[in-house]
Structures are given as C-alpha cells and as structure tokens.
C-alpha cells in the first residue's frame, strides 16, 4: 500500500506543477501585452527561465545528496507556487525576465528531484513506469490549458486566475510532498557531477532529448501566438493548440511504457520521430483552424513518449549516479529552451509565427540517421 501511495503521490506532483505551466501557455499572449514586448522578447523570457534551470540543475544532485529529493520537491514547491503572485504587476521585459530566472532555479532543482525520485521507483518496481508519469504532467498541462482558457473566455483577471490557482493548489502540493517517503538515493558510482567523460548512450539520450525539447517547448511558448496570430482565433480557440497536443501526449504517455515493452525502445522511437516530422510539416504548411489542431496532435503523439525513455534509459546508465544522468539529459532540454527560444522569435518576428516549425523539421530529418545508427543503444 504504500508503494501505491507514492506512486500516486509522486503522479501528483508532475500533475500538479504542469498545470501551472498549462497557465504560463495560455496566458503567454497576455504577458505579451503586459510587458509590451515582441516575439523575441519572450523568447528572452524563456531563455532567461531555462538559464536559471540549468544552474540549478548543475547542482541540484550535490544538493539531494545533502538532503533528500523530497526536502527538494517541499521547498521548490512552496517557491514555485509564490512566485506567480507578483507576476500580474510586472510592468517591463527586464523585470519579467528576472522573475523568470528566479523560476528557472526553482523549476530547474523541482525537475531533477521528481524525475530521480521518479526513476528510484521505476527500479524499486523493475517495470517501466517513466511514461507513465510524465503522462501525468502532460495531463497537468491540458487541464491547466483549458480551465486557464475558460478562465481567458470568461474575461478572468490574470491575477484572479493566479490567485485561484494558488489558493487551490499549494495546500495540495504541501500535502503531497509529505506523503513521500524518506527517499534513499542509491550510491553506485563516485560520478556524482556531470563533469565527467560520458558514454555514448548519455550523448545520444541528451540528443534526442534536445530535438524533442524544440517541439515541447514550441508548443507551450508558441501555441497560443500561432493560433492567435497566424490561424487568427481568439478566446478559447487560442488554447486548442496546447489543448490538442496535450491530448495525445497524454494518451501517448499512457499508453507509452506499455507498447515500450511490446515493440522495444528503438521502434517506438522511430514511430515518434517518423510521427513529429509529418507534423511539423503540416504546422508549417498549412494556415486552417482544422490542419493547426490536426497537426499539434499528432505532434503531441510524436512528442510523447521521447524525453521519458532518456530519463528511464539515463536512470539505469551502468558506473553513473542516477541523479548525474538525468541532470544531464535535463540539462540537455533546458539549454535547448536556453537558446531556441530567442533563435525562434526572431524567426518568427521575420518570418511569421508560423516559420518556426521548419527548422525543427529540418533538425529532426537530421537526427533520424543518428537514431537508426544507435540502434544497439536500445535493445
């Protein structure tokens, strides 16, 4: 029983702190106007976030190693949920994106004690699990995403919406938190940092994990300036892009660990792979209502399914520290979301929104060779 009471708890908490990020999606066209910025300045914004991740990243092992993932996940929870009650009264870009730093740091030390925590159970039970829980935070995301777009139908306040959320929400997230276990972080090797010489595998997971970030990440800064400004909605229709990803990102989560164990690792990445290409053409190609929610869901099935394979893969990497590893392939996303975000406004500034989906095409054409070459890497 308690087993499946931590499960569920640890299910909990990436539920929970996407939903949030289901807010920051939505609402991205608000903060825009807010802080009277353009394309590229919320790019920065976004860059600022992940740069404050990937410090908090670099030593957010040594830190759990100190304490626990669980002193971890308390502190960053209370931390996180705080710091969205001043977001409604920042005036300028240079503020936001201070505030934005200071999430990074707080998400980026959250990120890497839910997933350790995470791949300790996933071994602690000797199955397939990480799909399953990432499921939950792209779950997390699509409810955020359609309540904050009711909320954004409704004429709802940003800081109302804030207030609701955190109102509601941190109570919860404390209480979850605290039926954790006492987590006992297993010891395997002296490579505690990431500063060593990594085997093949951890260049190729931190790989793919980049590439997939681009898509993840396009959706939840850009879904909602695609469809308002290129598909041309408003109200509720601006949340179908994120609300038709996460779908399919959900079910493909679910469903992930499942057919993992039935077609093997390297099938089932090529499936995703094959599937997010088809999709970025369609989101670059074509400009109607239809085509827009077609194609973010199938990206949403593309896209499912990769990141939680490199941290299940990265978890169990033989002569590395479980936490090393995944901080590695978290450090692989979040410098992606430290660069990409910036490059992409101003594509999309020159180019229209629209344009920002061909580069990755172009970036995921490149990287499925490496993925048929590494098929050993995924028996």
């Known amino acids: 029983m308690k087993i499946i009471n931590d499960i569920l708890a640890t299910r909990l908490l990436f539920f929970i702190m996407a939903f949030f990020v289901g807010l920051w999606t939505i609402r991205i066209p608000t903060i825009k106007d807010q802080i009277n910025t353009d394309y590229f300045g919320i790019g920065l914004v976004m860059a600022t976030f992940a740069i404050g991740s990937i410090i908090a990243m670099i030593f957010a092992n040594k830190f759990i ?112 938190v605290l039926r954790l276990e006492s987590d006992k972080i297993e010891n395997r090797s002296n490579k505690h940092s990431i500063f060593f010489i990594w085997p093949l595998i951890i260049f190729v997971l931190a790989l793919i994990s980049m590439v997939n970030a681009l898509t993840e990440g396009s959706v939840d800064s850009w879904g909602a300036l695609y469809m308002r400004d290129y598909i041309k909605v408003d109200g509720f229709l601006i949340g179908l892009a994120t609300v038709s990803f996460n779908i399919f990102m959900v079910i493909g989560r679910l469903s992930g660990d499942w057919i993992r164990d039935k077609i093997g690792v390297y099938n089932l990445l090529t499936i995703l792979f094959l599937t997010s290409i088809i999709s970025l053409y369609i989101l670059f190609t074509y400009d109607g209502v239809i085509t827009a929610i077609f194609g973010f869901a199938l990206l949403g099935i593309g896209s499912s399914a990769i990141i939680p394979i490199a941290y299940s893969l990265a978890g169990k990497v033989e002569g590395i520290d479980s936490g090393a590893a995944i901080a590695i392939v978290s450090i692989a996303v979040y410098g992606t979301f430290m660069g990409a975000p910036a490059t992409l406004g101003i594509v999309a500034n020159n180019y229209g929104v629209n344009s920002i989906f061909f580069p990755m095409l172009i970036i995921f054409l490149f990287v499925l060779p490496i993925i048929f070459a590494s098929k050993k890497y995924f028996k």
């Open 65 to 176: 190693k100190m304490s626990s993932c669980r002193t971890i996940l308390f502190y960053t929870s209370i931390l996180q949920n705080l710091l969205w009650l001043p977001t409604p009264f920042i005036p300028s870009l240079q503020i936001f994106m201070i505030i934005s730093f200071m999430f990074g740091l707080c998400f980026g030390s959250f990120e890497i004690s839910c997933n350790l925590y995470a791949s300790n159970l996933e071994k602690r039970e000797k199955k397939s699990m990480m799909s399953g829980f990432h499921a939950f935070w792209s779950l997390g995301v699509l409810l955020g995403s359609i309540v904050t777009s009711l909320f954004l139908e409704w004429n709802i306040s940003l800081l109302n919406n804030i207030l609701v959320y955190v109102i509601i929400l941190l109570p919860i997230n404390i209480f979850i």
